[in-house]
């Protein structure tokens, strides 16, 4: 019994922090928040966050993480993925773009000097399969395409999917390609690879 209350303890002292974390990073941004203001706001010793998560960064991109997850479960859920796929993609890269310039802590994606120092810490933590944007269930989407004969079955769904998530990442690279060639670049690159992926199968 004992045990048990501590464990309980001990999730609730989590969920604390990340919750007073949450609203900090939301109403101050990733940059102007620190762990001690996070700690003072679970009510917590500073030196106790650290018995929770390992960094600043590895919080956040929790945090992160499950917000992404739940922007791509409601895309999902809103989107008829039954209609032909440019139609489909088209829509669902309109809706995630909207849901992340809405949600102050997705919006950091777009911060991409700070972004990137975040990404790269956590993945120094956690290992880069611990960073994945795109979701799991999407691909089953992919699957059901090649099944239907709507998308070439001579390219794994995986390829498919990481063709899907160069274009959505392309985004974080409007300096350097030119800001005034967006949105419309994404929308032309989306309509190249669809057409390739709807193609015929091609002898190597």
Not at 14 to 30: D, P, Q, R, S, W
Not at 60 to 85: G, Y
Not at 168 to 173: A, E, G, L, N, P
Request: aromatic share 10%; net charge negative; hydrophobic share 40%.
């Amino acid at each position: 019994m004992a045990a048990a209350q501590g464990r309980a303890r001990t999730g609730d002292k989590k969920n604390t922090i990340y919750a007073c974390a949450k609203f900090l990073f939301e109403v101050k941004g990733f940059k102007d928040t620190n762990v001690p203001e996070i700690a003072q706001s679970a009510g917590i010793a500073t030196g106790t966050f650290y018995l929770y998560y390992s960094s600043k960064e590895n919080l956040f991109m929790d945090i992160f993480m499950d917000e992404n997850v739940k922007l791509k479960q409601s895309i999902l859920a809103a989107v008829d993925t039954t209609r032909e796929p440019l139609t489909v993609i088209q829509e669902i890269m309109q809706l995630n773009n909207q849901g992340i310039l809405s949600n102050p802590i997705l919006r950091e994606w777009y911060n991409k000097d700070v972004f990137n120092k975040i990404e790269a810490k956590y993945r120094e933590e956690n290992g880069l399969e611990k960073v994945n944007f795109m979701y799991d269930a999407f691909i089953d989407v992919v699957k059901k395409w090649q099944a239907d004969g709507k998308m070439r079955s001579d390219i794994e769904s995986e390829m498919i999917m990481a063709l899907f998530g160069a274009i959505i990442v392309i985004d974080q690279h409007k300096d350097e390609i030119g800001i005034s060639f967006f949105p419309e670049i994404q929308q032309l690159l989306t309509g190249f690879v669809l057409e390739g992926l709807q193609g015929k199968s091609k002898e190597l």
